[in-house]
Structure formats: C-alpha cells, structure tokens
C-alpha cells in the first residue's frame, strides 16, 4: 500500500514538498545576498537587502503553515469574493496605480505596495478548478464549464494584459493545461486555440505597428527621429490617445526586435551600457560559469545588472554555481511539479486536485519563463523567479500556493486503499 510522506504537528504536509521549499528558500537567501549589491550600493548597507528579504520570506512562511492548516474543502468559500476583490483592485490599478519600470502594476496600501495581478493569479486558478470540478461527468467535464470559464477570465485577464502581458501568456497557459487536465473537450480547446493564435498575431501586429523602437531610431536614423518628432507635434492629440491605449507597445516592440536579430555578437560590440545591458551582462555571466561556477559570493556580473536579484537571478546562480547548480535549482521546480502530480493523483475528489495542479503548473512555468530569459531563449519578460527572486507581493502568494499544496496532501480525501482514516488523522492533528 502506497502511503504520502508526511510530517506531523504544526509542519504537517507531505516531506518531499517541504524538502523542495527549504531548499528554494535557502538558495534565494544565499543568492539575494550574493546578487543584491546594486542596492547595497544605494543604501550603504550590505545586510539590509537579505535582511529584508529574509523577512518576507519569514512572513511567508507563517502564512504557508497558517494557510496549510485550512481544510483544503473551505478555500471554496472564498472564490465568490476573491473574483470580485481582484477584479476591483485590477481595475483601481490601472486608474491610480504606482508606475514602477514604465508599468503601473503596483498599488501602495498604508505604505506596503503590492501588486494585484499576483492575486488575481491564484484567484482565476481557484475558479477555474471549482468550475471544472462542479461540472465533472463520467466522460469528462460538461461543455457548459468551458463557456463559464471563458465568462471568468474574460473579466481578469484583459486588465491584466494592458500593464503586464507575460504575466496574461503566463496565465492563460496555466488555465489551458488545467482545462486540458480536467477533461474539456478536445474541440473546445482546439478551437481556442486558434483564436489564441489570431489574437496573437493581431497583438504583435498591433506592437509592431504602434510600438517604436526608440533605441534603434536613436542610434541609426537620427534625422528621421527628429522627422517623427515634428509629426507627433502636428498630430498630438491622435499620438497621445494612442500612447494611452498602447503606451507599452514600445517596450514590447523593442524586446521583439531584440530577440529576433539575436545571434553572434563579438565581445568588442556587447551593448554594456545601454538597453541591451542587462542581457549583455546576463550572458557574460552564463559564458565565464563553468560545470561548478565561481562560488556562492563571487559573481562579477551581479555588479552590472540591476535586477541580478530578480528577473535575472538565474544568471546569477550560473555564474555561482556552474552547470550542476542551475541544473540542481530546474530540478527542484521539476520535483514539485510531479510531486504535486502524485499528490493529484491519490486525491478521491476532483477539486483539490485541480488545484494543486494549477499552483503547481504556475510556479514551475514562471520558473521556465525566468529561466528560458536569463539563458536568451525567449524575449524579456520580467517574470521574477519563484521562490528564489527578491520580491514582495509574489513571495508571500507564492509561499500561499505552496502551502495549499501541503494542506491538500494533508487533509484531502485519498482514493480508497491510499488513505483509508483521512478525517480522523485531520482530527488528531
């Protein structure tokens, strides 16, 4: 007979979920350390940034074991509201929100900023997994769920996709493997997939039409910069209701550009300055590693990226750690996912299951994400690393899903012959 690996008391959960969070949680203290020394540079104190972090990450472990203790059976109760506080906080973002790196994503709340799209995130899972539980049949889930799923995310993920677009791709990818997992219809999905690829297609061809890549016009036509300049000034007003309605197209449109004319660069003409910085130095950080890298500490590169502790972190620990350590950290987003597929599996009920599967699929193709950016696989994206990345609002939430996670391995029903006292030992503990 198959049994979970748990621990009892207060740090009950499944043992292999735990191993992979403190192991998580250990290498972002180290590498934070390590990569935060732009703003140590700021402030003059070395410790603050860790210390900092470390906080947060305290923080978000008291909120994983208080969230871990929640009978998974409750977090239904909470999705009716939860829509509505995302749906509200997405919009009052987008009207008198923060504006941090050309983006306004933030909202500050008695001086605390966070961001409301890392809520929304969770709450659009935990929707879609009570619809496609509640709409389960012997063949697989009603034609209906996928109309009521659609109606949801059509109120969250468009407020989403106008400030932070890979965070919308990353979204509605998770949502498309939750659907395919809990048995949509093949043709339902199939035909949404092709309208996601026409929607794609017309979301770049409106980037490439209304965005401008100003770093390029700077450095080769400057004479037709100053042309366009004089344009903008007769169309004003035009110009200025289209930069309200794609004010990010320019980012966008430069980051495209960027990927596509990607190739064999000479050192002697690495952008080290400019935009293309941060790339630039991410990938001297990755080519000077080697199979054990220089040590925990000891990046160079870490002192010319701005966000080495954050969206390029993953540069960081291969320049520290080698080949064996980024392998070590893929394998641990790797390990909770089919970890989390095990627990799925043994679950009797379908909503749990969905669930962990879709806070799973989140974290771990964020990671990829992360990861696919610091190696130059995909265009920059600004997704922070899971866990690992200095943050805010997504260390905490994240530290939440882990510990719904441990609650449905904990206290979920399990198919029979896998658990065969489910609720006395919820009672015991």
């Given at each position: 007979m198959l049994k979970d690996k748990t621990t009892e008391g207060k740090f009950k959960g499944d043992a292999v979920i735990w191993s992979v969070f403190f192991f998580l949680c250990l290498i972002s203290i180290i590498e934070v350390f390590s990569a935060s020394s732009h703003l140590s540079f700021k402030t003059g104190d070395y410790l603050a940034p860790v210390l900092y972090h470390c906080l947060l990450l305290a923080v978000g472990v008291v909120v994983m074991i208080c969230t871990m203790n929640i009978p998974c059976r409750y977090f239904k109760l909470v999705t009716p509201f939860a829509l509505l506080i995302s749906f509200l906080m997405l919009v009052i973002v987008l009207c008198v929100g923060e504006t941090t790196n050309g983006s306004q994503r933030w909202i500050d709340f008695l001086g605390i900023q966070f961001q409301p799209s890392e809520i929304a995130k969770g709450t659009l899972i935990l929707a879609t997994a009570q619809i496609l539980s509640a709409m389960q049949t012997p063949e697989g889930a009603d034609k209906r769920a996928f109309k009521y799923i659609m109606t949801v995310c059509l109120f969250i993920i468009?407020?989403?996709?106008?400030?932070?677009?890979?965070?919308?791709?990353?979204?509605?990818?998770?949502?498309?493997?939750?659907?395919?997992?809990?048995?949509?219809?093949?043709?339902?999905?199939?035909?949404?997939?092709?309208?996601?690829?026409?929607?794609?297609?017309?979301?770049?061809?409106?980037?490439?039409?209304?965005?401008?890549?100003?770093?390029?016009?700077?450095?080769?036509?400057?004479g037709k910069h100053v042309m366009v300049q004089q344009q903008a000034e007769e169309k004003e007003e035009d110009e200025t209701l289209l930069e309200k309605i794609f004010h990010r197209c320019d980012t966008w449109k430069s980051r495209i550009d960027k990927f596509l004319s990607s190739g064999?660069?000479?050192?002697?003409?690495?952008?080290?300055?400019?935009?293309?910085?941060?790339?630039?130095?991410?990938?001297?950080?990755?080519?000077?590693?080697?199979?054990?890298?220089?040590?925990?500490?000891?990046?160079?590169?870490?002192?010319?990226?701005?966000?080495?502790?954050?969206?390029?972190?993953?540069?960081?620990?291969?320049?520290?750690?080698?080949?064996?350590?980024?392998?070590?950290?893929?394998?641990?987003?790797?390990?909770?996912?089919?970890?989390?597929?095990?627990?799925?599996?043994?679950?009797?009920?379908?909503?749990?299951?969905?669930?962990?599967?879709?806070?799973?699929?989140?974290?771990?193709?964020?990671?990829?994400?992360?990861?696919?950016?610091?190696?130059?696989?995909?265009?920059?994206?600004?997704?922070?690393?899971?866990?690992?990345?200095?943050?805010?609002?997504?260390?905490i939430i994240n530290c939440a899903y882990i510990g719904v996670i441990l609650s449905v391995s904990y206290s979920a029903k399990k198919k029979d012959g896998l658990d065969e006292e489910p609720q006395q030992r919820t009672a015991a503990a």
């Open positions: 468009p407020l989403i996709m106008i400030e932070n677009l890979s965070t919308a791709v990353l979204l509605c990818t998770v949502i498309f493997l939750m659907m395919f997992i809990g048995k949509v219809p093949k043709i339902q999905l199939g035909r949404l997939l092709g309208v996601v690829a026409l929607t794609l297609a017309f979301i770049v061809t409106a980037v490439m039409v209304f965005g401008e890549d100003k770093e390029a016009g700077t450095a080769d036509m400057k064999y660069v000479p050192p002697e003409k690495l952008d080290l300055n400019g935009k293309d910085a941060q790339t630039s130095h991410a990938n001297i950080a990755i080519a000077s590693s080697n199979l054990i890298g220089k040590g925990p500490g000891n990046s160079v590169e870490r002192d010319f990226l701005s966000q080495a502790f954050s969206d390029f972190i993953y540069a960081i620990i291969v320049e520290e750690m080698g080949i064996f350590g980024a392998f070590f950290v893929c394998m641990l987003y790797i390990i909770l996912l089919f970890r989390t597929a095990t627990i799925a599996s043994r679950c009797a009920n379908t909503f749990p299951a969905l669930l962990i599967m879709g806070f799973a699929l989140l974290l771990v193709i964020q990671a990829m994400f992360n990861m696919a950016v610091a190696v130059g696989l995909v265009p920059v994206t600004g997704q922070p690393l899971p866990l690992i990345s200095k943050g805010g609002t997504s260390t």
